[in-house]
């Protein structure tokens, strides 16, 4: 049976060439797969895919009100789909992970889907907490934290490396906006064994 599945994690997973990967995977296969981002993000140009060692792909792009059902409905009528790819999958909007999750009950696709669980607040994304709640399969693609545990967290800093605490929950950057670490060491504000405290917040509570 087709599923729909949630592949996450913190920034610089190497997200985007597991994907990459698992969609050649199907090409070389003679079988089609259909790749979808969103629109705003162009860091690799629109409509365009790209991991941090050189792989990319075309993608079809979204917008949080299209109707990706319709859209891959459409797109198997004109050549049957074997897997559909999302990228970014946290900028999904709640009814579009319905829809994904209707392309795999009905028309019997599996959807596989590959973003971040949590913001630089540690909040869940919309798009990914309707995927923990409704995917098939729930898979962590691991990365690690400077001190060498597992990052679960991402932080945003800004120009001069500081960490934000404010701010709009989607900001397109790379790794010179964001950096994932560990639960302990994102608490703590802490880059590379530099401890900053948090606002309104004594040094000595913060080592606690």
């Known amino acids: 049976m087709?599923?729909?599945?949630?592949?996450?994690s913190s920034m610089n997973a190497g997200k985007s060439t597991v994907l990459l990967q698992a969609s050649y995977n199907y090409l070389e296969r003679g079988m089609n797969t259909l790749l979808l981002i969103a629109a705003f993000d162009e860091r690799a140009g629109r409509g365009r895919i790209a991991s941090r060692i050189g792989l990319a792909?075309?993608?079809d792009i979204f917008h949080a009100k299209?109707?990706?059902?319709?859209?891959?409905?459409?797109?198997?009528?004109?050549?049957?789909?074997?897997?559909?790819?999302v990228d970014e999958a946290q900028f999904l909007t709640e009814d579009q992970v319905w829809q994904l999750a209707k392309v795999a009950d009905r028309i019997k696709i599996p959807v596989m889907c590959y973003g971040l669980r949590t913001d630089f607040q540690g909040k869940l994304f919309?798009?990914?907490a309707a995927l923990l709640?409704?995917?098939?399969?729930?898979?962590?693609?691991?990365?690690?934290?400077?001190?060498?545990?597992?990052?679960?967290?991402?932080?945003?800093?800004d120009a001069e490396g500081r960490f934000v605490e404010e701010g709009?929950?989607?900001v397109i950057?790379?790794?010179?906006?964001?950096v994932s670490l560990c639960r302990h060491h994102w608490t703590m504000r802490a880059l590379r064994g530099e401890q900053a405290e948090r606002p309104g917040q004594a040094r000595s509570s913060s080592a606690a």
């Open 2 to 8: 087709a599923k729909l599945y949630f592949n996450y």
């Open 57 to 59: 792909a075309d993608a």
């Open 66 to 85: 299209d109707d990706l059902f319709g859209h891959i409905e459409r797109a198997n009528a004109n050549a049957p789909l074997h897997a559909v790819f």
């Open 126 to 128: 919309p798009g990914s």
């Open 133 to 157: 709640a409704l995917a098939d399969n729930l898979k962590e693609i691991k990365t690690i934290c400077w001190c060498g545990r597992k990052a679960t967290m991402v932080a945003r800093l």
């Open 168 to 170: 709009d929950q989607v």
């Open 173 to 178: 950057g790379g790794e010179e906006a964001y």
